[in-house]
């Protein structure tokens, strides 16, 4: 069983910056892979980014193109925790930023692959 909650979120400025953090519980969480997942109003849950566990594929990373040389995920094992660094952001980056977490190891870009959800934290961009 594995617990998630993401801090972080808020409002800022086209072209600023925001890291999400994604605290765990449970001592194996190093062997789930984790990911970020975002939902604007009115649109369906989408893939940002996943980061595979340390026992497959080396903490192996992926992104959605939208996002791909702007954001970064990273884990800190030790911490249980998971980051997502988001640069350069838009308006459209703007929506509910999840975090989730689970032993699959393949289709991992899509949100009903995993069984642990964060609550979420809003990200809102201005233009």
């Known amino acids: 069983q594995v617990q998630l909650v993401e801090s972080g979120g808020g409002l800022v400025q086209a072209g600023g910056s925001l890291r999400l953090s994604c605290a765990a519980s449970g001592r194996t969480f190093s062997t789930y892979t984790a990911a970020w997942f975002r939902q604007a109003p009115g649109k369906e849950r989408e893939f940002v980014a996943f980061i595979t566990s340390s026992t497959s594929s080396s903490g192996y990373t992926y992104y959605a193109t939208s996002v791909k040389g702007r954001f970064a995920i990273a884990r800190d094992n030790a911490k249980n925790l998971v980051y997502l660094q988001m640069n350069t952001l838009n308006p459209e980056d703007t929506a509910v930023y999840y975090c989730?977490?689970?032993?699959?190891?393949?289709?991992?870009?899509?949100?009903?692959?995993?069984?642990?959800w964060g609550q979420g934290t809003q990200v809102t961009v201005s233009s």
């Open positions: 989730a977490a689970d032993h699959a190891t393949s289709t991992l870009t899509t949100p009903s692959r995993y069984d642990y």
